[in-house]
């Protein structure tokens, strides 16, 4: 995993000329079946570690080596981020290098399972509103017709569409849900967010009665993502609006998402955010794109992601000590009902992302927290780094249900900590190796060797 943690890469079962087909019987370019999203099955994917410019920025900034991270408390030190401690395990395995090692590190998002009481973390939530262009950079628009829009009545035919998708009819019931929200757990006395109630589910052994690590929604300011035709495709909603869903090409939106330089400017998504003050390097900062995912090598066959997390990698100054800046974030979609199968929907990739921040807030980009033995997961997932998610991303009853305010959400299942440390039996709550759904992963992996060759 060294695309930045996950992610959801969801592949056709089609062929490209199948594809080619379904756009020739819509005849508007760029137009896509509303069933396409349905043909696509989930694997992993994940940028770099710091974004996409982070070597870039490295060559063209003098920054202060960071010191030994071996013995310390917090990691990295000496940078100015979230709150976040470390530990390590022992077990067999093979490292990145192929070398064989037995002690592995880890950072986690919070304070220590010993520490007392609620570690709060900010939250900011950025709404992305996807304005789509022609080619020459004008607001581009469609007119309705019997095969852009099949189901239309006759009075929604021949209207003319603005292809634009703002997030705005989906931030409430997003806030809701039980990442920020609060549901009864098994691994807490009370009520709590989902994150907070998987990490105690992993240190059940070791938790404080009332240790928690929980965050603080904070809806800010919308921002507007601009895209040239070419670099993306759609599909309207049934009464001909805009839009069921948008397709994006993933290193288009990585280029629109992330600063290219240091420091930031207004140019880039969230380049905008740092420079407004909407986020800080304090924060665990959510990036709203409600229904918008993406595909990869030019090839909306090569769909889809539907989110991701990383770091905005920035250099310090005067003002924080010159330490350098990095800004924790997630790109993450709402998924609307019915557009894939598997069980995924509203806040499935969120909250597979945000869990994946707590347990590996960096992506292991030192080469030595978060990275793990290689695991074989029982789909026959290979990785070697504690993306709790992706465990557990494509294997059967991956969601578990949680009902809030009467709406049932499907926040993804992860895999614990002992899973990765090969731990048998898991210290875990009730001997688990994943929660809140319990049997969805109930053994461990086979020692792997390096990239599970030969397995």
Known sequence: MKKCALCFLLVTLLSAVAFTQDVAFTQDKDVLPNNFLSRMHVIASHPAPGGPYAAKKRATNVLRPLPNATSASSFPPGVDTLVNFTGQFKAEGVYLDGTARDIWQYSMVGRPPSHNGTTSINAPVIPVTIDMLNADG????????????????????????????????????????????????????????????????EFASKAQPDWHTLL????????????????????????????????????????????????????????????????????MSTFFFPNVYLYENNNPNDCCVLGFHTFDEEPGDASNGNRL?????????????????????????HSHEVAEIFNDPFVGFDGIHNITPFWLNPAGQCQDIMEVGDVIEDLPHATFPVTIGGFTYHPQTVALLQWFEFQSPSSAINHAYSYPGEAALTSLSAPQPFNCNGQ
């Open 325 to 349: 800046r990095f800004y924790v974030m997630n790109y993450s979609s709402w998924i609307s009902e019915g557009l894939f199968g598997g069980g995924f929907q509203d806040v499935t990739a």
């Open 138 to 201: 004008t607001p581009r628009s469609v007119v309705t017709n019997s095969t852009n829009c099949p189901k239309c009545k006759p009075s929604e035919l021949g209207q003319t569409v603005r292809l634009i998708s703002t997030p705005t009819p989906f931030v409430k019931r997003f806030l809701n849900g039980p990442v920020y929200g609060l549901s009864t757990y098994t691994s807490s006395p009370v009520p709590t967010q989902i994150a907070d109630a998987e990490q105690r589910a």
């Open 216 to 283: 603080l929604p904070n809806l800010t300011a919308g921002l507007t993502m601009a895209l040239i035709e070419g670099t993306y495709f759609f599909s309207l909603n049934e009464n001909g609006s805009c839009c069921a869903f948008v397709l994006v090409s993933d290193p288009v939106f990585s280029g629109e998402l992330f600063p290219a330089t240091s420091p930031p400017d207004n140019s880039s998504v969230m380049g905008a955010a740092e420079v407004a003050g909407l986020i800080t390097t304090k924060d």
